[in-house]
């Protein structure tokens, strides 16, 4: 498992936070291979499935952003993904 830092980069130290975090990881890895898995058994080429996972974590809005730091979404056109 990693080791956890918060945006200044210390360690997060809060065990009851990193014990969540590494249980989150652990689900998501296991529903990444779960999905890798039945595409395989689809017919689905390993290697575009890797990539659209990884396209997928990528993509991943941060709610908690300040709003300057956040990408600016106004040339996306509504309801495209």
Known sequence: MPTWRQPDGTVVS???????LNENLVE??????????????????ER???????TLM???DNP?????SRPDKAGEAEGSE
């Open 48 to 54: 575009q499935v890797r990539e659209v996972l990884t």
């Open 28 to 45: 998501i890895q296991e529903m990444a291979q779960d999905a890798l898995e039945d595409a395989i058994l689809m017919g689905c080429d």
């Open 14 to 20: 809060c065990r009851e936070k990193i014990k969540v």
């Open 64 to 68: 908690y952003a300040e709003k300057t």
């Open 58 to 60: 990528a993509r991943l």
